[in-house]
Every structure is written in structure tokens, then in C-alpha cells.
């Protein structure tokens, strides 16, 4: 069983709040991604990190959108004005480097954001 | 365009009934695939691997690819109820970052 742990579940904010959730990737796994899943189950890759560097982002979205990290802490995923259209599930996964060349990712139950 | 297209949308089986379903990547860089099945609240969990031309099997559950058409299917004996869920099928990105491209999933259900 996945011991990715995200925090918190559910996440209600207006628009123009900030949005941070968090996520403690699986023991021994350097390789962290996240996932928006929307309402129509269309999946979308943020950003990954390998150990505390970014291996690869999308445009982040406007800017409006910041991940870390850090090494002896939670990674983050942050929206720093929320708007409807972020409303979604964010998943967090996490991989190992050993192993096969497409290793599994291992993901979280998510953090359900609802933008009021 | 998604580069992952899945088929059906949904999918009703009876218990104990075979449950097939199917993924087509419209990208030839697309080598090794996934499938992943996730429960309502819950996030997704990997059911298995195929990057080889043929049959994976794994208990109740094969995996077929076909790389010349880029077909992948994913083959569900005897069903359960338990087996009711979102199934996506994924393909794993070339190079470094290897980041999943999922379908939009299939939908199914397996009626007691």
C-alpha cells in the first residue's frame, strides 16, 4: 500500500486566497511529481522534483502556481491567488531511482481544492 | 488531442464476468504503459506494467500491448464487485522525467 502522505484532504478557499497543500513522499522515493485532476478525470503534470531539484514544469500556470522540496520536509505545492478553474484534485507521487527504467509511481489520496 | 485515448467511457459487467477494456496512444514515443485503477476517494494504484509485444498476466488481470498499432488492453476475469472503480491506462514519457500521460479513464462497474 502507498504510504505517500497528503495534507490536508480538502482544501476550501475564495478566490484570489492562497492555496499551499502538502505532501510527505513515499521513505526512500527522491523523485516526487504532482498531478491536477480535473472533474472530467483529465489529468495534468505540475511539475517533479528529484531530491530538492525541479527535473521539469509545465508553464505553471501563470506564474500563479509554486512547488518545493526541501530536504527534511514536506513538499509543496502552492497557488498563490485561487481562481474557479483550479478547483480540482491535486495528486502527489512519488518514485524510487532503482529498479526498473519506468520505475512505478506510487500516488496519494490527494487534496480535493474547491474555489468557491 | 489526447495522446492517450481510452475506450468505453463506461462499462457494466456482472459478477464473475470478464471485463475488457481498452487504451490507444497516438504517440509512437509511447514504449511502456500502465494501468492504473482508482476508488473513490482514493488516489490511483497501479495494477500493472507492459512495455513487451503480447500478454502480461497478473492473477485475475492481463495486459495486452500491441506496439505496431499501439494498442493496449487491459482483460478483467472474474470480476467483483470490489473491482468497481476508474481504470486509466498511462504511458510513461521518454526521458528524464518519465511523467505519466493519462487517458480519461473507463468506468467500471461490476453489478453483485
Known amino acids: 500500500n502507498s504510504k505517500v502522505i497528503q495534507t490536508p484532504r480538502y482544501l476550501v478557499k475564495g478566490q484570489g486566497q492562497k492555496a499551499k497543500m502538502r505532501c510527505i513522499p513515499e521513505?526512500?522515493?527522491?523523485?516526487v511529481f504532482w498531478y491536477q485532476q480535473n472533474k472530467n478525470n483529465e489529468f495534468k503534470f505540475l511539475i517533479n522534483?528529484?531530491?530538492?531539484?525541479?527535473?521539469?514544469q509545465i508553464d505553471m500556470t501563470e506564474k500563479r502556481f509554486s512547488a518545493e522540496c526541501p530536504s527534511n520536509s514536506p513538499c509543496s505545492l502552492e497557488i498563490q491567488s485561487s481562481e474557479a478553474g483550479d478547483s480540482a484534485l491535486y495528486l502527489c507521487a512519488s518514485r524510487g531511482t532503482g529498479g526498473p527504467l519506468y520505475a512505478e509511481q506510487f500516488f496519494g489520496p490527494g487534496t480535493r481544492l474547491t474555489v468557491l | 488531442q489526447q495522446k492517450v485515448q481510452q475506450s468505453p467511457e463506461s462499462l457494466s459487467v456482472p459478477e464473475g464476468g470478464m471485463a475488457s477494456l481498452n487504451c490507444t496512444s497516438s504517440d509512437r514515443n509511447f514504449q511502456y504503459f500502465w494501468w492504473y485503477r482508482q476508488h473513490s476517494g482514493e488516489g490511483p494504484k497501479a495494477l500493472m506494467s507492459i512495455f513487451s509485444d503480447g500478454d502480461k498476466k497478473e492473477g485475475r488481470f492481463t495486459a495486452h500491448l500491441n506496439k505496431a498499432s499501439l494498442h493496449v488492453s487491459l482483460h478483467i476475469r472474474d470480476s467483483q464487485p470490489s473491482d468497481s472503480a476508474l481504470y486509466f491506462c498511462?504511458?510513461?514519457?521518454?526521458?528524464?522525467?518519465?511523467?505519466?500521460?493519462f487517458g480519461l479513464g473507463t468506468t467500471l462497474q461490476v453489478q453483485p
Open positions: 522534483f528529484q531530491n530538492q531539484e525541479v527535473l521539469q
Open positions: 498511462a504511458a510513461s514519457e521518454p526521458g528524464n522525467t518519465r511523467k505519466l500521460i
Open positions: 521513505k526512500g522515493h527522491p523523485v
